[in-house]
């Protein structure tokens, strides 16, 4: 109204040092009795009376109520204003918090987090996710509350919907459990049109009135504790979820991870923070203050959990029991609470999954899981996934794959509570049948250019994979099916850790099943990878022989042999031979037999490996004649090959020597 008016300049001016000084929300704090009033509030109210603009705009009033103020002469408020509605967004949040009594402690960087989640207008369905007692809902209405009082949320949201779905709540007399209108999806609809018809003063509002009526809206729902619903009604829940308008963006807690959200997982609090927590609730509730270890000591009983640490003064107070005994009972009390709907909601394969974390005593990846349940990655993946966001596991860094233990609350329950005893004792059974191997695997004397060679440095997870493929590898009278399941365990494990040691095995297998092409492939990954596998090397560049690829096959063994490898002492005779044929026989074949003479003219000095270069040597006189006319040439030739020939045998005898078989 003011706009184009001599009033505009200063009226503007007065509405900057309003927004800087965030005048609205000392207006809506000073609108609850209940909270302080920090001092701060008057001399930022001060600064705004005495400002140069009020008197300008000849606001008479305002100048007379600071100097009296200054006087010590205050009055009530007029009525109308403390009638007036404060500034907020339409909700209907409840006007207490069970977390009033200390407020929200050690939790600014979660705040920031949802805050940050909340204000992301591309997220339309946000889980806040962890076990009961770690104080999801209040993270939630604290948010809320903020959004609430704050007139820039009127940017990015309209109205505020919240309803609980609680069916129990723990207390220091035990578990109490409670009706709730919205422990169904029936009844949040319904809720949920009760709500908006009493804030709208309109009558026989149905849900599909309230999707179609309120459908441009930007309507921010949040659904807390919808566990319940999550385990009896999930597909319920996700019709629900796609029935509500486009413009509305959905907030929920549970214990138990939601299709398709953004999960935010709510872990315990700090030290610090459970220690703070547990100081402040003591003082507010009149108990004796104790000393920093026993805080120390409270927090690490209670698991550094809000509620189990609540639970605890309440009944230290209420002189039930010692502190200690607390302690215990209530830890007891809040495992059994919030992990009981949580492991019943949870499917059958994640129970086998969480024995298998619980019975491993070292951190365990995909793949580990994989071959101890018996189980596809794909299964095994969607357990993880289904649980990765409930704080019943936790991911240890610094690990090539990822690698997960169970929280220790969780532990705690299952030791009391096994919720698949079958699945624990195979999970045991398979560890020790792990173990037996690797140790197998440890004895094995194989050389690093066998087929059948396993890396010592090979993580265990790969090398028992490996192993079993090989075994049936190995085996003549393995059927076309056992391979090929053979090959599928490696193929999904390749999938986690891109080991060089798995592609060879994956070659040989394929080279079985007479897939050349996908076995030669599959050794060139090995040979190139890391680390590379010289045995996968010496295996290639022969099936590339074998295949006329000669120029490649003499490439790679090449590069074996100047790595070393043909060495016998480095590898072993008959490797080393097997890796000098690969090498001169390309070049025999591709008529380069004065290189292969040259090469070979000290073919003597060569220990082990001589009747190897001594036969490649007479093979090479032999072929050098193929386009030869010339008699004589031919006669001497051949008499050079003769006689390395008969050389190789004195040296060597007639079956001490014998060309390795491709």
């Keep these: ?50 400002d140069p603009s009020v008197d300008k705009l ?54 920031d987090e949802l ?3 909340i204000r992301n207008e591309r997220l339309n369905l946000i889980a806040i996710v962890a076990p009961g007692g770690t104080g999801k809902t209040a993270l939630l209405l604290h948010a809320l509350q903020e959004i609430v009082l704050s007139p820039q949320s009127t940017e990015w949201v309209d109205r505020i919907l919240y309803f609980s779905s609680k069916t129990e709540v723990l207390t220091s007399e035990g578990i109490i459990n409670q009706n709730s209108i919205t422990a169904t999806i029936d009844g949040i609809r319904s809720s949920i049109s009760e709500t908006l018809e009493e804030q709208e003063g309109l009558d026989n509002l149905s849900f599909e009135d309230v999707c179609r009526e309120f459908s441009s809206q930007r309507i921010l729902l949040c659904l807390d504790n919808l566990e319940t619903i999550l385990r009896d009604e999930p597909e319920q829940f996700d019709f629900f979820y796609r029935e509500l308008p486009r413009e509305w963006r959905v907030v929920v807690t549970s214990r138990v991870s939601v299709n398709s959200a953004t999960v935010m997982p709510l872990n315990a609090l700090s030290m610090s923070g459970a220690k703070a927590l547990a100081w402040n609730y003591l003082s507010k509730r009149g108990g004796e203050r104790v000393g920093e270890a026993e805080l120390e000591i409270l927090a690490k009983t209670c698991d550094m959990n809000p509620l189990a640490i609540r639970l605890t003064v309440d009944g230290f107070i209420a002189g039930k029991r010692s502190l200690s005994e607390m302690q215990t009972l209530a830890k007891q009390q809040v495992i059994e609470f919030s992990y009981r709907n949580l492991i019943d909601a949870l499917s059958s394969t994640v129970h086998e999954l969480l ?18 349940l018996k189980k596809d990655l794909d299964e095994i993946s969607e357990a993880f996934n289904r649980v990765r966001g409930t704080s019943l596991i936790t991911r240890t860094s610094g690990q090539a794959e990822e690698r997960y233990t169970l929280s220790s609350s969780i532990r705690d329950f299952l030791v009391v509570r096994p919720i698949n005893l079958n699945a624990r004792n195979a999970v045991q059974e398979e560890l020790r049948k792990t173990k037996q191997l690797v140790s197998e695997i440890a004895k094995q004397n194989f050389n690093p250019l066998e087929r059948e060679y396993i890396p010592e440095s090979t993580p265990d997870s790969i090398k028992v994979v490996a192993a079993d493929a090989l075994k049936i590898w190995k085996r003549s009278n393995s059927t076309t099916e056992q391979l090929f399941n053979a090959l599928e365990r490696v193929r999904q494990s390749t999938r986690l850790q891109n080991h060089s040691l798995l592609h060879r095995v994956l070659g040989l297998i394929f080279l079985r099943l007479n897939d050349r092409t996908s076995g030669k492939q599959e050794l060139r990954t090995a040979f190139s990878g890391d680390p590379v596998d010289v045995a996968a090397g010496l295996v290639l560049s022969l099936e ?62 060569k220990g082990a490996v001589r009747g190897t270069l001594g036969t490649m040597r007479a093979k090479a006189f032999r072929q050098s004649l193929d386009a030869e006319r010339n008699s004589d040439v031919i006669q001497n030739t051949l008499c050079q090959a003769i006689e390395v020939l008969d050389e190789v045998f004195d040296l060597m005898g007639m079956l001490a020597y014998k060309l390795p078989k491709g």
């Design 355 to 372: 024995e298998c974390l619980f019975v491993a005593s070292e951190p365990v990846s995909r793949t580990v899981a994989c071959t101890l």
């Design 544 to 605: 590339l022989r074998k295949d006329q690829d000669l120029h490649e096959g003499f490439l790679i063994a090449k590069q074996l042999i100047d790595s070393g490898w043909s060495d016998p002492d480095r590898s072993n005779p008959y490797n080393a031979g097997f890796l000098i044929q690969n090498y001169y026989l390309p070049l025999i074949w591709q008529g380069e037999t004065e290189r292969v003479i040259d090469d070979t003219h000290d073919w003597r000095t």
């Design 1 to 50: 109204m003011a706009k184009g008016r001599s009033e505009e300049k200063n009226l503007s001016a007065l509405r900057k040092l309003f927004d800087a000084l965030d005048v609205f929300n000392i207006r809506n704090a000073i609108s609850h009795p209940n909270r302080p009033f920090h001092p701060s509030y008057w001399y930022r109210i001060a600064a705004i009376a005495t």
């Design 115 to 117: 805050n940050k989640l």
């Design 58 to 111: 000849q606001f008479r009033k305002v100048t007379r109520a600071f100097m009296d103020a200054e006087e010590g002469k205050l009055a009530s408020p007029p009525e109308t204003w403390m009638n007036a509605p404060i500034w907020s967004l339409p909700s209907n949040l409840p006007e207490q918090f069970d977390h009033d009594i200390t407020g929200l402690i050690a939790r600014q960087r979660e705040i």
